[in-house]
């Protein structure tokens, strides 16, 4: 469980550094990418991805999925 939330910190100081102005300023520009701003790419981009890491340190183990079973009535 500790090692859990060891990884939701770093994820969350990640995704902090990857939201804040400087790299944000970087793809601040007038380019587009299939019709939208870069920008906005970017952003939509990086908070899927922050949504995929999340559920990969959430999602239950084998283990444990194993262990709920063999503990139920």
Known sequence: MQRRNERLVALFLVGAVLLNYPLLSLFATDGMVFGLPVLVVYLFVIWA???FCTW?????KKDDRD???????
């Open 49 to 51: 991805v922050i949504i």
């Open 56 to 60: 990969l340190v959430l999602r239950p």
């Open 67 to 73: 262990r709920g079973q063999r503990n139920a009535p």
